[in-house]
């Protein structure tokens, strides 16, 4: 199902968010850091006939997890909550600054396989706002409609040899990304 980018839907997602019981705050393990990633709602790239979410590519040379697809984010400074770790990453990946105001909701804390414990962050970005991708950290940004992880198969969860904890992956976009690169 499209879902246009307009009002009514950033309405809806932030009622979807509000409604969302996050599981209750506790102190990660010791061994785990807090980081948080952006979903960030953009009209999709067709115009604001759909609403897509922001994916990235990242820079190959980077000391951690150099050429992974990943939402943007990464680490909590000290103080840092995950609702301002995610804006300043936003800001320093995409060159997306927004406010507190632009923030729709929070989903549940995911521990990761690598050691952190990540906030999702969702955040509605204005049809005016633009992508200035940072080189240094994001070798490509993809608008990914928005319908396609609200099919009941986009997501499943997969073992891998390099860990006992099973991680998540993104159905349509693996498959239709490795036949592009193959060619």
Avoid at 58 to 68: M, S, T, V, W
Avoid at 100 to 110: E, F, N, R, S
Avoid at 122 to 138: C, Y
């Amino acid at each position: 199902m499209d879902r246009p980018f307009d009002d009514a839907t950033r309405r809806d997602i932030a009622a979807r968010c509000a409604d969302f019981e996050r599981l209750p705050a506790g102190e990660p393990a010791p061994s785990l850091k807090r980081a948080a990633v952006v979903i960030a709602l953009v009209a999709a790239a067709a115009g604001p006939d759909a609403t897509a979410w922001l994916l990235t590519l990242r820079a190959r040379g980077l000391r951690a997890h150099g050429g992974q697809w990943a939402l943007p984010g990464g680490r909590c400074d000290e103080v840092e909550t995950p609702v301002a770790a995610a804006l300043r990453e936003l800001h320093e990946e995409l060159g997306l600054e927004l406010g507190a105001g632009d923030v729709l909701g929070m989903l549940d804390d995911y521990p990761t396989r690598s050691g952190y414990l990540i906030t999702p962050v969702v955040v509605w970005a204005a049809a005016s706002a633009g992508i200035s991708p940072n080189p240094d950290e994001v070798a490509s940004v993809h608008r990914m409609a928005l319908a396609d992880i609200e099919r009941p198969d986009a997501f499943d969860f997969v073992a891998i040899p390099e860990s006992d904890r099973r991680v998540i992956r993104f159905r349509h976009w693996a498959s239709s990304f490795t036949r592009r690169r193959r060619r």
